[in-house]
């Protein structure tokens, strides 16, 4: 079982910058990717920005605006976003595609953390 905490959601006026932190617990063999997910209200649940070791892929809405860092040594993953916008607002949630001991692979999920941006 693997473990997601976010944090750094709240509220940020428009262009403004905010910073998303989770981290990854628990029994696994490797992480071979970790990134972002949001849901707005009445909305799905889309991509917004996840990396692995051969590649960075982001939301064609977030692009130029967000960025993903990653620190495999700590199992962490951060989202850095400048230029908020009214649209950004939703739930983020993390997410961590892993390779168990026993080499099967799973996907696992933070409990989501709030982003309003709003004056």
């Known amino acids: 079982q693997v473990q997601l905490v976010e944090s750094g959601g709240g509220l940020v006026q428009p262009g403004g910058s905010l910073r998303l932190s989770c981290a990854a617990s628990?029994?696994?063999?490797?992480?071979?990717?970790m990134g972002w997910y949001r849901q707005a209200p009445g909305k799905q649940r889309v991509l917004v920005a996840l990396?692995?070791?051969?590649?960075?892929v982001y939301g064609d809405s977030v692009e130029g605006r967000f960025t993903i860092s990653r620190d495999n040594a700590k199992n962490t993953v951060h989202l850095q976003m400048t230029s908020l916008e009214p649209d950004d607002t939703a739930v983020y949630y993390c997410?961590?595609?892993?390779?168990?001991?026993?080499?099967?692979?799973?996907?696992?999920w933070g409990q989501g953390t709030q982003v309003t941006v709003s004056s």
């Open positions: 997410n961590a595609h892993v390779t168990a001991y026993l080499g099967t692979r799973h996907d696992y």
């Open positions: 628990g029994s696994f063999f490797t992480i071979n990717a």
């Open positions: 990396t692995s070791s051969d590649s960075t």
